[in-house]
């Protein structure tokens, strides 16, 4: 027996046939797996949504001519007319479409999410297989897409327990645009029961994907029995590819006071004898003494926000780490100028003020300022009705360093032969999130992709990573000739800014460990390496250029792996991915 393993997107294509003639149905794609984010045991299907954009007509066209009407001739020429439905499970790889499977049925959940879609009469089309005359026959096809989204039994696949009664059917009768397909039922007095383990489908209609998915859910959500198993991702990865309020209104000054309150105590824990005054203040005041000891200080500021982050963090309810998005972000733009810092201001403006969402987010960054050794000075907090959608928020930040003059980098010395390390990121820190939003949309964030130990929404939760104390021992010295921190336009426009005229840099692809967040992203959004690289930081985080003399000295100094992950070259300031 020879078995290759193939890479790529699963389709299943279902073609009517009279022994002769072959009529395609609509490309479909099953969800075998019995949990969200395609984990867990293998099913029967969980859902089925159709058409599928991973295989269009032309794809069609090239899965009948190479691999079903080789399969029809050739069982004609053995003396078997196949006549009906040949069902053709499809691996679509890089290579070409690659045949998995035939199945001789016209079942499973995909013919429940066709069956919606053919205009024509069934029984003629039936007909025109049995009779030979196939090829007289237009078959229409509505111009819609299907989601069928199927209700399993508690135990399914392994040991599906039986008995249970269902109830809401008649709500899902009534339900527009759906269809309800029972299989695992049972009628029992007046009462329907489950009878098997895949015990019915609901099939929406809509104009594309997400209208038909909506018209699924709504509906199935009144199907109710003990124990059922319903997926709410069908459709998920189709989402991906074509990506493309809580509070009333009105200014409430007694719930900002109280915001005050519960942050107070974080807030001044950052403070040191340096800071005049407190918390309340019209302005921040901070004695500069300790800059006395400088030969020719240096203020080094950074302002900045976390983009659409925060609309991760109103979906998940969890506001602390946006507090360390933050702080870290502006730490580590300052901090490649060789800049330690002194103090931080925050800006928090919602729709509406809630005391604990205001508290949580200034408490993570006030965390965050004590493990940077950084002043929380001072803030404010804004409430704007009509300008933020009830419940969304935003947060920024500017954060003000200082260094000796004679110490700034990055250094003059950078020349083509130096090397290029990377320390690793913790996710995304907090770019590209308004296209990584898109690509997971159709994803429960509670929900951990096979193989993770996290949820997704976890993972693109973690915080932006702070590299100042593991660069602490390392700046002290003189290895280091220049960071780079990569945040939005990755490499591409963010290594350039510390190169001197006349220097470019190559960066090895595969160089570092990939972290399993891009993995995903990589793979289900279809994206080239290009973009991706263009939008996120790929797994890192802070770029340090030394001397190849100096490595091991840098290594030595970092209580970390480190990575070479390229060079400086000649050139104009460009970056070559390789």
Request: proline residues 5%; hydrophobic residues 40%; glycine residues 12%.
């Amino acid at each position: 027996v020879l078995e290759e393993r193939l890479f790529g997107e699963e389709v299943s294509l279902l073609v009517f046939t009279d022994g002769i003639t072959i009529c395609p149905m609509p490309p479909a794609r099953d969800h075998k797996c019995i949990g969200e984010g395609d984990t867990g045991a293998n099913t029967g299907g969980m859902g089925v949504y159709a058409p599928t954009a991973a295989c269009p007509s032309d794809m069609v066209d090239r899965i009948v001519q190479e691999i079903i009407q080789p399969a029809i001739d050739g069982l004609r020429a053995m003396g078997i007319a196949y006549v009906g439905v040949l069902y053709a499970g499809i691996m679509l790889t890089a290579q070409g479409p690659k045949l998995i499977e035939f199945n001789c049925r016209f079942g499973d959940p995909e013919a429940q999410a066709l069956l919606p879609l053919l205009q024509s009469e069934l029984k003629s089309v039936l007909l025109a297989c049995v009779n030979g005359t196939l090829s007289e026959l237009e078959i229409r096809w509505s111009a819609k897409t299907s989601c069928a989204v199927v209700a399993a039994a508690p135990g399914y696949p392994s040991h599906p327990i039986l008995g249970g009664v269902i109830s809401g059917l008649e709500s899902v009768a009534k339900s527009d645009n759906v269809q309800m397909f029972h299989a695992g039922t049972e009628k029992a007095g007046n009462e329907i029961r489950v009878n098997g383990g895949r015990v019915m489908c609901v099939t929406g209609l809509g104009e594309d994907l997400s209208s038909a998915r909506q018209s699924a859910y709504a509906a199935i959500k009144h199907v109710n029995f003990e124990g059922q198993q319903i997926r709410r991702d069908i459709g998920w990865r189709e989402l991906a590819r074509t990506t493309g309020g809580y509070a009333n209104s009105g200014v409430d000054i007694d719930e900002g006071n109280r915001a005050v309150d519960l942050m107070k105590k974080k807030v001044e824990a950052t403070h040191t004898s340096d800071v005049l005054g407190g918390l309340g203040s019209f302005g921040g005041a901070l004695s500069v003494r300790s800059l006395m000891t400088m030969d020719d200080p240096v203020l080094v500021a950074s302002t900045d926000g976390v983009g659409t982050k925060v609309m991760l963090a109103t979906d998940l309810g969890r506001f602390d780490t946006i507090g360390h998005d933050i702080v870290n972000h502006c730490v580590n733009d300052v901090l490649v100028q060789r800049a330690r810092p002194l103090f931080f201001l925050d800006y928090v403006a919602s729709s509406s003020i809630s005391a604990e969402m205001v508290a949580s987010i200034v408490g993570g960054m006030a965390d965050a300022c004590a493990a940077n050794k950084c002043v929380l000075l001072g803030g404010e907090t804004a409430e704007m009705p009509g300008v933020y959608s009830p419940g969304h928020f935003d947060v920024a930040g500017t954060l003000v360093g200082v260094v000796d003059r004679a110490r700034l980098l990055p250094s003059k010395t950078i020349e083509p032969g130096d090397l290029m390390v990377g320390l690793l990121a913790s996710g995304l820190h907090t770019n590209g999130y308004s296209l990584v939003r898109r690509i997971f949309a159709g994803l429960p964030l509670d929900v951990a992709p096979q193989g993770w130990t996290c949820t997704l929404g976890d993972a693109l939760l973690a915080s932006h990573r702070s590299y100042l104390n593991v660069l602490d021992l390392a700046l002290k010295g003189d290895v280091i000739k220049g960071l780079a921190h990569i945040t939005g336009g990755g490499f591409e426009e963010n290594i350039p800014r510390v190169l001197p005229p006349g220097c470019s840099a190559k960066v090895d692809l595969g160089s570092w460990p990939m972290i399993p967040i891009f993995e995903l992203i990589r793979d289900v959004s279809g994206l080239p390496d290009r973009e991706l690289y263009r939008t996120f930081n790929m797994g890192i985080g802070m770029v340090i250029i030394v001397k190849p003399s100096d490595l091991e000295e840098l290594r030595s100094q970092i209580e970390e792996p480190i990575w070479v992950i390229g060079e400086v070259t000649s050139g104009n300031r460009e970056v070559d991915l390789a």
